[in-house]
């Protein structure tokens, strides 16, 4: 959760500098700002909660009960490879001593960022593989499974978009908005300045342009600031 608490920290230091902005131009570009983080926190918010009910559906199926009552933990599967197409992301993997393996015996559990594969095998064994979240959405509805004859273990992941990922989750966490924080403990204005020319380094050509052209004013004719 420390992105999570990063963009918060954000929003309410973006919102202070906000109310202490003197130049209109200045305080729109501020709220604007708060308005995207408020929508990254959002997102993050609504991503946590879905894995989390992901979490609690997948508890009943996570291990099984043999007819004795016995708990059979399941075997995380640590082995697998891949390849995909601009349609699929194709996993390939197997389970020891499985004879007679079947579909029948697999479960796939697919949201739109994660995946959740049982194994339950004719010899009473368990195996799962469970990933989340995957490099990229996919489309649960047309992710399938397929058993080989030789036991082997084929799931198609229906890619949403044709963009090639870097392996089956991403590489590195996305980075929170923002860069770096003003400093809040020095002088407000410097503050602001700040904020102003991290949203300048952050922003496109036409976000760069607006924001000159605020400073400009808010200076009352003075020179513009060097960015």
């Known amino acids: 959760m420390a992105a ?11 919102q202070r500098l906000r109310s202490q902005a003197v130049s209109t131009r200045i305080q729109s570009l501020l709220g604007s700002h708060a308005t995207t983080v408020e929508r990254e926190i959002k997102r993050m918010e ?18 099984s009960t043999t007819a ?3 708990r059979i933990i399941p075997k995380d599967i640590t082995t697998f490879s891949f390849d995909q197409s601009a349609k699929f992301f194709r996993i390939y993997t197997s389970v020891k001593d499985c004879g007679g393996l079947s579909a029948e015996n697999c479960e ?5 960022n994660s995946l959740e594969l049982y194994v339950h095998a004719p010899n009473g064994n368990e195996f799962r593989l469970i990933k989340r979240p995957l490099a990229g959405d996919i489309d649960p509805a047309a992710s399938t499974i397929k058993v080989k004859p030789d036991g082997s273990i084929v799931v198609s992941l229906a890619k949403k978009s044709s963009e090639t990922w870097p392996g089956l989750l991403p590489k590195e966490e996305k980075k929170p908005l923002g860069g770096k924080k003003p400093d809040l403990s020095a002088d407000p204005s410097a503050g602001i300045m700040d904020m102003m020319k991290q949203l300048y380094e952050d922003g496109d050509d036409e976000m760069k342009r ?3 052209k605020a400073w ?12």
């Not at 609504?46 to 609690?56: G, I, N, V």
């Not at 796939?108 to 739109?112: A, G, K, R």
């Not at 400009?216 to 960015?227: C, V």
Request: charged share 25%; proline share 2%.
């Open 68 to 70: 004795s009552g016995v």
């Open 216 to 227: 400009s004013e808010s200076q009352s004719g003075k020179k513009p600031m060097d960015f």
């Open 4 to 14: 999570m608490d990063s963009l918060k920290q954000e929003l309410e230091e973006c």
């Open 108 to 112: 796939l559990i697919c949201q739109t």
């Open 46 to 63: 609504e991503d946590a909660a879905k894995l989390k009910a992901a979490a609690a559906s997948s508890t009943a199926i996570s291990s």
């Open 210 to 212: 607006t924001i000159t």
